[in-house]
């Protein structure tokens, strides 16, 4: 819980130390003073085999906090090689090498930071930064792009006619589930044909079943390799009676909905939901380097110092001392990574900026208790006074190099952080242009099908409607009423020719696709079963001369 109350009148000191971008008079800024002394080599005088084993940002040293680096680094390399030799040397005999094993742990981590940070230090870091920037500013506006052509396609999908389609294949699915549901009260309890007229209007059910269930196959996304069969011609002939078939049938269609275009535009949708907000946390971030932290805080105390001075100060963002903090624990403004975190302890305040600024700031606490340590060890040992002392030099410097690396934190971490956001964004680039490339993929082949569904599916779905509308209403001559049928629709369904034609890259003209499914539908307002199978004989001759010569 957050203590703010009384935090306005209450004395706050903030950490601030010299920017040598912003002060006019110090010596790090003085252009006289920088051409005088950096950069400079610092192993000049040593062979050209040795130079030839350091990276060049080890021997050019660009300022001074460039220098401290490789001080630390190579304070750190020379603690571990004489931690090594003491444990060599003494075999850790009554625990004397403790405080080396323990300083290991402040050493180690130290001098892995140190030399990451040594590794951008080059006369081109302007250019590195300004190159990352500008990859970032790139994939910002390539991601952007692709949000924009995802959503145009999902504006699309909503005006294309395959959604027209879809919700028609739903609503003639309902339409022969009742049918079913009819036909098995009507047929087994009400038909009172003998036994071998009762056998062959089983026959034809099943035959009539079937042919319902191979136009419907037509309903999806890829009816050439991957149609939507609900029941399988083998399962409908073990059926035994009109009722099993019946019973089968609407069982497997009372779980099969036609709804792949709604689904798939809902989960677009969605997805597209998710990368905006995505993208719109991204622009939103503050650049490399730059942390937003929490307000308010506590009023600072005002001074009298000059204008020059205060303006030479840089305020360390993530420190500040004083009254009226109140306790928190917790994150100021965290990202996905869990980070910054702010924690108010009464006389401060600490913001944990990243993974590697917590991990400086252990190491920190970590090198500060093993100095103490080596200094006690030094009161109470006998031997190894010089040793003693070296490693406290050693570990003195590498704690500078850590003080160093914490007072210029954000600045040190700028390019590691433009370089993390840079592969973070190419990856979301990449994963994103491949969400692109299915949903293409998907609305591409649903717009290819449109002229299919309209013109060959949905007409003759309406037909088969009418069809067993009519059929429901027969009272005699049942048997031969629905083998007439059967042969008629199959008669129909052997020159429709392949279902690639249908396609809207297809051989099949528009026009001849607009006539047949004209015709079909014409069928359908036609009040008896009789006068319906004529006319749908002489659509089966006549109409259909041009799509029986298209293969």
Not at 165 to 177: I, L, N, T, Y
Not at 304 to 310: L, M
Not at 482 to 497: F, H, R, T, V
């Amino acid at each position: 819980m957050s203590n703010e109350g009384g935090a306005a009148r209450q004395p706050s000191f903030a950490m601030e130390v010299e920017d040598p971008q912003s002060t006019p008079r110090s010596f790090l800024n003085d252009p006289e003073f920088a051409s005088r002394f950096f950069p400079f080599e610092l192993f000049r005088c040593c062979p050209v085999y040795v130079k030839a084993l350091l990276p060049g940002t080890w021997q050019k040293i660009q300022d001074v906090t460039h220098l401290i680096l490789v001080a630390g680094a190579l304070a750190c390399g020379l603690f571990v090689v004489q931690t090594i030799a003491v444990v060599y040397n003494t075999g850790c005999a009554e625990l004397n090498c403790v405080p080396e094993l323990v300083a290991l742990f402040f050493i180690l981590p130290c001098t892995t930071y140190c030399v990451r940070i040594i590794g951008q230090y080059d006369d081109r870091l302007t250019s590195k930064k300004r190159d990352a920037k500008e990859q970032k500013a790139n994939l910002t506006r390539s991601y952007n792009d692709l949000l924009t052509d995802m959503d145009g396609l999902l504006s699309k999908s909503a005006e294309s006619s395959a959604g027209l389609a879809e919700r028609s294949f739903e609503s003639k699915r309902r339409d022969f589930q009742r049918f079913l549901e009819r036909a098995k009260s009507k047929y087994c309890s009400g038909y009172s044909g003998a036994q071998g007229d009762s056998d062959k209007l089983l026959m034809q059910f099943r035959r009539f079943c079937t042919n319902w269930l191979k136009v419907f196959e037509e309903c999806s996304i890829d009816p050439v390799e991957c149609p939507k069969r609900v029941v399988l011609e083998e399962e409908l002939n073990r059926c035994t009676s009109i009722g099993d078939v019946a019973d089968l049938c609407l069982e497997r269609l009372r779980v099969t909905e036609v709804r792949f275009i709604s689904i798939q535009r809902d989960q677009d949708a969605q997805m597209l939901r998710r990368n905006r907000n995505e993208f719109r946390r991204i622009s939103m971030a503050p650049s490399a380097g730059t942390f937003t932290l929490p307000s308010p805080r506590p009023q600072t105390v005002s001074t009298s110092e000059p204008a020059g001075q205060t303006q030479g100060r840089r305020r360390i963002s993530w420190l500040a001392l004083g009254s009226g903090y109140g306790f928190k624990m917790g994150g100021a403004s965290e990202g996905e990574d869990g980070f910054p975190k702010e924690f108010r302890f009464g006389c401060g305040r600490l913001v944990v900026l990243s993974r590697e600024h917590f991990m400086l700031i252990c190491v920190f606490i970590v090198g500060s208790l093993v100095v103490l340590l080596e200094i006690y060890q030094l009161k109470n040992a006998a031997r190894r006074v010089m040793s003693n002392l070296l490693s406290i030099v050693e570990i003195f410097v590498a704690e500078v190099c850590v003080v160093t690396m914490l007072l210029k934190f954000e600045e040190l971490d700028m390019v590691q952080q433009l370089e993390r956001e840079v592969k973070e964004l190419a990856r979301q680039n990449e994963q994103v242009e491949k969400q692109r490339e299915r949903m293409a993929e998907f609305w591409g082949s649903a717009q290819q099908l449109t002229e299919l569904w309209l013109y060959r599916t949905v007409p003759r779905l309406d037909l088969y409607k009418e069809v067993h509308s009519l059929l429901e209403d027969t009272e005699e001559d049942t048997l031969m009423k629905i083998s007439s049928a059967n042969m008629q629709l199959e008669e129909l369904e052997s020159g429709l020719g392949a279902l690639e034609a249908w396609r809207s890259d297809g051989n099949i003209s528009i026009d001849d696709k607009k006539c047949f499914g004209k015709a079909i539908n014409s069928l359908c307002q036609e009040q008896e079963l009789d006068s319906l199978l004529v006319k749908l004989e002489e659509v089966t001759t006549n109409n259909m001369k041009a799509l029986q010569n298209i293969k």
